[in-house]
């Protein structure tokens, strides 16, 4: 497996944030603005000393379409389509004067999955130790 594959298949939402600021070639200030949040807080999240918030991650699903399995997972495209976009607002309560409107419900079940999510990240890092020294004792 090349490095480069490898590296995407393991990059944190952390690494990602990071890569569409830099899609966008915005400084972390800008970009904290258009996100809702002040500087120092962005650059916590790139540098993965704080997760990313509901806001967060509303503002950069609404603002820059983001797409939120992508963020976390690495999976599909980082940008949703037009239909994507549509279909994505549809399901989570549509829009409303540029913001998303986020029941509580949803909002429950989005701290249920950034719980899923966080759990998932720790058995991948505990099997890419693994990895690691299975490596190490091959001498790969």
Known sequence: MSYWL????Y???NERI??????????????????????GSYSDIERGKSGISTIVL????VKYRINPIWLYEGTGNMLFSELEFTSFNNINTGINHGEMKVSKNAE???????????F???QIKE??????????KLNL
């Open 18 to 39: 990071k890569m569409i600021r830099n899609h966008f070639n915005l400084t972390q200030e800008k970009f904290s603005e258009e996100l809702g949040i002040q500087q």
């Open 127 to 136: 099997k890419d130790g693994l990895i690691n020294r299975l490596l190490i």
């Open 58 to 61: 509303r503002n950069l699903v």
């Open 6 to 9: 490898f590296y995407y298949l």
């Open 120 to 122: 998932l990240y720790e």
């Open 11 to 13: 990059m944190t939402e």
């Open 108 to 118: 429950t079940e989005i701290g249920q999955l950034h719980k899923q999510l966080d």
